[in-house]
């Protein structure tokens, strides 16, 4: 996702004044001549504005609603319910809080609360998009956004989608706009406006059974792109075993 060069420009006069590109660059961590081929293209992608933003201590949700498309980000914006928060824990993380709590409960002591790894694990797309899916969510966000349903599933299997998909399907799924941002790995929980420790507090309250049953649903996902993964694995050694 990009926006036009001509608003980045009257943005970053704003904010940073007569500032050099260079000097902004250097701040934001990123390649001059990564901005200049972008300008020279006449769209700069998001992150970098992301990053010019985080350089100059800018809230970045607020930071993009000055783009077209982006306007109502922050108007938008919700707190994530329990669905969305659990989603945002790996699912080692799941399963480590379920073996505590089952090793707690045979030795009659307090589970080991465990520091939760980075939300944006290697199924955050999909399982945020699970979290908030209404029945077709998947197949409303490709009708709105005009694409291939396999290109939206691709993306999703990558764990990656556009800032433009995640805004429209949060705003399709009725929750937070910025909250698929997090999934992504765009936004921290912070610059979403999630509340500190929100995501644990999720963990630790969660009744075991429905724990269980969370921990359940992941690993049959996982186990069918194990499977997959194993599958072709074996025809592509089957495929050279023939042709030796």
């Known amino acids: 996702m990009t926006v036009p060069a001509r608003f980045f420009q009257h943005w970053l006069t704003g904010v940073a004044g007569g500032t050099s590109h260079a000097a902004v660059c250097r701040a934001a961590g990123i390649k001059r001549s ?16 992301a990053a010019v933003s985080r350089s100059l201590d800018l809230p970045v949700v607020a930071t993009l609603t000055e783009f077209p498309s982006f306007e109502d980000l922050s108007a938008g914006s919700k707190p994530p319910n329990l669905a969305e928060l659990l989603s945002q824990v790996s699912d080692s993380d799941l399963l480590q809080e379920l073996l505590n709590r089952n090793t707690a409960a045979e030795s009659l002591s307090k589970p080991v609360a465990v520091p939760l790894s ?15 899916d209404t029945g077709d969510l998947r197949q409303a966000v490709a009708r709105q956004a005009a694409i291939a349903p396999q290109n939206l599933s691709a993306q999703i299997s990558a764990n990656r989608l556009t800032a433009e998909l995640a805004i429209g ?7 937070g706009l910025s909250n698929g941002l997090v999934s992504t790995g765009f936004l921290s929980p912070a610059e979403a406006g999630w509340e500190s420790g929100s995501r644990e507090q999720a963990l630790r309250t969660l009744p075991t059974s429905a724990l269980a049953s969370l921990a359940s649903h992941r690993l049959d996902y996982l ?15 089957s495929v050279w075993e023939n042709l030796g």
């Open 34 to 49: 990564t901005l200049a081929q972008q300008l020279v293209r006449g769209r700069v992608s998001l992150g970098t504005i």
């Open 118 to 132: 980075a939300p944006h694990h290697k199924s955050s797309v999909r399982a945020w998009l699970d979290a908030v």
């Open 169 to 175: 399907s949060a705003r399709i799924a009725g929750v």
């Open 223 to 237: 186990s069918r792109v194990l499977r997959r993964t194993e599958d072709d694995k074996a025809a592509v050694r």
